[in-house]
């Protein structure tokens, strides 16, 4: 009996130690409630950003970034911060040399043309202020595809805007057919290239219909030579032959008088009437005579 007892006594004091450490040093009331109102008082902001830009701010992979502090306005200035350290690390910026004078093409009728290339690629453009001088638009967006396509758009802008001239050299006499100096050539002047190019041919075919239209319009005579002894064919019976050559073919044929020795027949009109009644008095001879005649008769 006294050997257990002696056993239990000299457990007991290290009962007591191990569980006198288990239980840990005493939180007094006051170090509990400023824990609480610490708890309490902090404020955290929640910032997501692509695995990537980690190493940009300290963070944990896979896990967003928290910012954790007692200054409400602190915290978020913090995330702001960060924030602005992520965004200028995932921008994209594209430059594009462009003349002074043709930003306006960009910028649009109160601001218009530029509004729609922002809302249409998700970018912002940075335009040069009015009067500086070799400085370039800027494009910037998060989405690399988007950023260069609102480049194009713009480079296509300034193309296009980039003034053509074509110069045209017309007769005096042809330019009432549109509008033009006399003895200066014609200019048509555009910003679209193609289309500048389609409006000079355009003005160029008037000019050939014009040319065209007043050769034919315009009466013309015209000489063969037909030997004197065979004119009384191309007059006919009671001039039955050159009446109706003149009638069907509207030209007028002049014979040399009788007393004038002289192969020459002039018919005047217009120019194809003119040509096919040339035709028609060497055939009338050719039949009658067998004679032969140049082959451009």
Partial sequence: MQNIKSERRQHQPVTKMTEKKAKGPTVTPQLARMRGQWVQETKEV???????????????????????????????????????????????????????????????????????????????????????????????????????????????????????????????????????????????VGL?????????????SLMAYEKERRRLSTPVSQTVFIPKAHHGLIIGRQGQNIRYLSLTRRITIVLPPKNVISDEVTVTGLPDQVDQGVRDLVNLVKSSTHICYNSDF
């Fill in 46 to 188: 929640t910032i997501k950003a692509p695995n990537t830009l980690l190493g940009v701010v300290k963070g944990s992979k896979d896990q967003p970034l928290r910012v954790v502090g007692l200054d409400k306005g602190l915290v978020h200035d913090a995330a702001d911060h960060i924030k602005a350290l992520v965004q200028k690390a995932v921008t994209t910026t594209v430059t594009i040399k462009a003349p002074n004078n043709m930003l306006g093409v960009v910028v649009g009728p109160g601001g218009s043309t530029i509004k729609e290339i922002q809302e249409k690629y998700k970018v912002r453009v940075s335009v040069p202020q009015k009067g500086s001088k070799d400085q370039p638009l800027r494009v910037v967006g998060l989405d690399k595809g988007l950023v260069h396509d609102a480049a194009d758009h713009i480079k296509a802008l300034v193309q296009k805007a980039v003034t053509t001239t074509v110069t045209i050299t017309a007769p005096n006499n042809m330019l009432g057919v549109v509008k033009g100096s006399k003895d200066q050539p014609l200019r048509v």
């Fill in 192 to 204: 679209d290239k193609g289309l500048v190019h389609d409006a000079a041919d355009h003005i160029e």
